[in-house]
């Protein structure tokens, strides 16, 4: 259900700027075309790009704005300068006045949540937003979060993570209920840091509409043992990397590998047709698009660095979260988290019995 | 310079017991002739496995005993049952008592940690102990630490560990001045948590024996962009698994893509040289080893599921690091820090000036 979908466009966000955008905009209106668009950006840069691309023309809206904010401004920078004026705010504030149902920018990732914090603030509930997106895995994919947008969180900021996380998994994949997995150093209850054992252990006392399997360690990303892992955005945004460099790297010995025989090479020949299924699974354009939870409105961060195919892959989210109108399915379920105890494990224990609060029998 | 050199070993630890041990020496005798082993564990189970290996009981002493620290104790379980007595206990104490130069043990590694630190002690200038690897990189190896013995660090842990690290890199790769980089999530000074931002002000502000090359991200680690990696333990044991995992699926996506056609899997026989390069390049156990660094007293942790291989590539860096008289280079290293102050942006920060630190002119 497509239908009705308006997504709104930063033209000025991310490395490559407009023709990212317009190019991915085009990739999108074959994928999508009900989708309608709200481009905001530079209109002279625009036009050129609009001649060549009449399809995207067709379906979109140029707001015309020549404020940007830098991919280097800090945040405070760019909500100073760039405050109603720059493409990013206004593509922010299109979702906010509903004009569009999901905002999508390849701008800066600090600028970008900073902006769509004030403009949409936080769902009831929700302490700090988190970047959400979909990690490839061995089964398929797992919903990941967060990935950069909130540093130490504490442990009832975890639990909303979860519950953030599991409403985008059940949206996306179907499953009635998703198996959510704490990121951790260890199986056992005694490792990790304060914040992950009582999270744990809070996960563990409430009840839920998803299945808490505990702690998950590095490997279980790759694995996919769980269809949500949950942790703060430093360890999150460190193990993504680490991942998409681990994939660089292992690819690269596989060229070297390659190179070092020619019948290697005439191996490598008669394979490629693998060789080329095996980068497009890998390929991190077709993962492009982590999604901000925790928000009244819903914002896809795109790579700065991603081009059109990339982009693309960041509208496809926005649709895909717009139609399945996460928003409410999130605020739905963290509404189960009302009157929840924040300090299980603290002075007030004895009272800890809320609504929704259920200690299991087994 | 191996004379001399003598390695206790626990046999008792490990998901696979004396087998992994002993053929783990078995294969050390050829690397490393001159190195002499005590193992500490059930002679009962020992003598068979000397009968079939006589070149481990050539250069090996066996010390008896059968208490054993199992691999799910918790750390206060193993000091209680096992203090003394157990084979993981008499290890670390033939390093305490002068008898070994290093102990390798493929034991649990919280008992082991807790074990090491009761028998050995922290050095001076040292809050916590850290575990450091070697990461295989795209440039050749990295030393990561810590890897999982420190949750929570401070930032003057943080630099501390930053000084052992180094000494580590210098020891093994030769270079007169590591680069030492500390992981976060960019580059930016604005970004991270407080104490990865103070452990960076504190590192720029000493004088120190490397080139602190600033903050790295979870690419870098594969990329290999400094000489040494510096983390907490929480996020750098995730980083690893991280890594791990995703080698391990890359590997299977490979795997599959070659079987899906007749045609690749020709390609796969031509090029069976390069991909079993690659597998080598990529086989953990050629990486195992983890060093316990700010002991008074050298501790080489073995992956608890490894095999022979792999246990003697622990031995290996047992050797390296003992043959070096790594101990010393760390505590030479560490007196750089005595009277640092260590909390330059604090409310004492005026009188932040003392023998070894030193503001940057630039």
Same mark, same amino acid.
């Given at each position: 259900m497509t239908r009705g979908i308006t997504i709104a466009l930063d033209g000025m966000g991310g490395d490559h700027g407009l023709e990212t955008v317009i190019g991915g905009v085009e990739i999108a209106t074959v994928r999508h075309p009900d989708v309608r668009f709200l481009i905001y950006g530079d209109e002279a840069l625009m036009a050129p790009l609009l001649v060549k691309h009449p399809r995207?023309?067709?379906?979109?809206?140029?707001?015309h704005t020549d404020v940007a904010v830098a991919m280097d401004d800090k945040p405070s920078q760019a909500l100073r300068k760039g405050r109603r004026t720059s493409s990013m705010w206004m593509t922010i504030d299109a979702v906010k006045e509903g004009q569009a149902q999901a905002a999508v920018s390849a701008g800066n990732t600090g600028a970008l949540m900073a902006m769509a914090t004030v403009i949409?603030?936080?769902?009831p509930n929700v302490g700090r937003?988190?970047?959400?997106?979909?990690?490839?895995?061995?089964?398929?994919e797992s919903v990941v979060l967060d990935l950069g947008a909130?540093?130490?969180?504490? /442990? +009832?900021?975890?639990?909303?993570?979860?519950?953030?996380?599991?409403?985008y998994a059940r949206v996306l994949f179907g499953t009635p209920r998703p198996t959510v997995g704490l990121l951790n150093i260890g199986e056992e209850e005694i490792k990790g840091t304060e914040q992950v054992k009582d999270a744990a252990q809070m996960l563990r006392s409430i009840k839920l509409p998803f299945e808490f399997h505990?702690?998950?360690?590095?490997?279980?990303?790759?694995?996919?043992?769980?269809?949500?892992?949950v942790t703060d955005g430093y360890t999150g945004n460190i193990a993504l990397k680490t991942a998409e460099g681990t994939v660089r790297q292992v690819l690269d010995y596989l060229r070297n590998a390659i190179k070092s025989s020619i019948m290697a090479q005439i191996g490598y020949f008669l394979?490629?047709? /693998? +060789?080329?299924?095996l980068a497009t699974k890998l390929d991190p354009r077709s993962s492009n698009g982590g999604v901000f939870l925790g928000l009244n409105g819903l914002v896809i961060k795109s790579h700065g660095g991603t081009d059109a195919i990339g982009f693309a892959s960041a509208i496809d989210v926005a649709v895909d979260v717009?139609?399945?109108?996460?928003?409410?399915?999130?605020?739905?379920?963290?509404?189960l988290l009302n009157g929840f105890d924040k300090n299980p494990s603290g002075a007030s224990a004895s009272d800890a019995t809320v609504s929704n609060a259920e200690v299991p029998t087994s």
């Open positions: 995207v023309g067709a379906v979109s809206t140029i707001i949409l603030k936080t769902m937003p988190a970047i959400a997106a979909l990690w490839p895995t061995m089964r398929g909130t540093i130490g969180p504490d /442990a +009832f900021q975890l639990v909303q993570f979860a519950v953030m996380g599991q409403a505990g702690f998950v360690e590095g490997d279980d990303l790759g694995k996919g043992t769980v269809d949500v892992v394979a490629q047709g /693998a +060789f080329r299924a717009a139609s399945a109108d996460l928003l409410h399915k999130i605020s739905d379920d963290l509404s």
